[in-house]
């Protein structure tokens, strides 16, 4: 069966600087959700062995029957905490690292907004919160075909919260007012350049994508900070500080 061939999301800010990234494909995004899913069932299994060990040495020390009297709310604050950490797993990924989870890391592959900006709180909370229906009927049916027919390879999740997931390969294509792809460091020169030209937000959108060509993440960097990186990675200079 021949491969369904790469997609691209292709994001132009108003000031003319476009860049585009490759779409994941679903082989990369089912293989992430299992790693994810390991790497979750790890950690609510290390949390039920603490807290249940825990609790077990409470009783042996104080010889005082409280699995009758306890167990009931333990078990409740344990159903709280899976789901805090299941939830919490995610939107922490998200939106802290760089749009990736350790599963998308590992496939190299991240979330980003439609727009090609980063992923806020309540589109993870929306676009993880959803996957209940991608998960229907309960073999991800909803979500796989919804990825197969999608222009952009979205799932249900994906549609609502204006989110896309891309590959993360760091060879970013990225023009400059529809001029020919260059290379990495006049990039970012380019872009040091004409940065006090852009809005904010094409400011950030546009230094985190140069800055993911060098395979550096951003992490809770601001603009400023991706920017004194990428003049410290090029050596540059503004002309006035140059002569």
Do not use: C
């Amino acid at each position: 069966m021949p491969e369904r061939p790469a997609e691209v999301l292709s994001v132009e800010t108003p000031e003319s600087v476009a860049f585009a990234h490759e779409l994941a494909g679903l082989g990369s995004r089912g293989i992430a959700f299992a790693i994810d899913m390991l790497v979750l069932t790890g950690l609510i299994l290390a949390e039920v062995v603490v807290i249940g060990g825990v609790f077990l040495a409470v009783f042996y020390l104080t010889r005082f029957n409280i699995i009758a009297l306890g167990g009931v709310w333990v078990l409740a604050g344990l159903l709280v905490l899976a789901f805090v950490t299941y939830w919490g797993y995610f939107v922490f990924g998200e939106t802290a690292r760089g749009g990736k989870t350790p599963g998308k890391r590992a496939l190299g592959i991240r979330v980003l907004r439609d727009d090609g900006s980063r992923v806020g709180v309540a589109d993870s909370l929306i676009r993880n919160f959803l996957r209940l229906i991608d998960a229907l009927p309960g073999s991800y049916a909803v979500g796989i075909a919804s990825i197969l027919l999608s222009r952009k390879q979205k799932r249900v999740g994906d549609f609502v919260a204006g989110t896309v997931v891309v590959r993360d390969s760091g060879e970013l294509a990225l023009l400059t007012d529809g001029g020919e792809s260059a290379g990495r460091d006049a990039l970012a020169r380019e872009f040091l350049r004409r940065r006090g030209e852009m809005t904010p937000e094409a400011r950030y959108q546009v230094a985190a994508a140069v800055l993911a060509t060098y395979r550096e993440e951003p992490g809770a960097w601001d603009e400023p900070t991706i920017a004194g990186r990428l003049a410290e990675l090029t050596g540059w200079q503004p002309e006035s500080q140059g002569r």
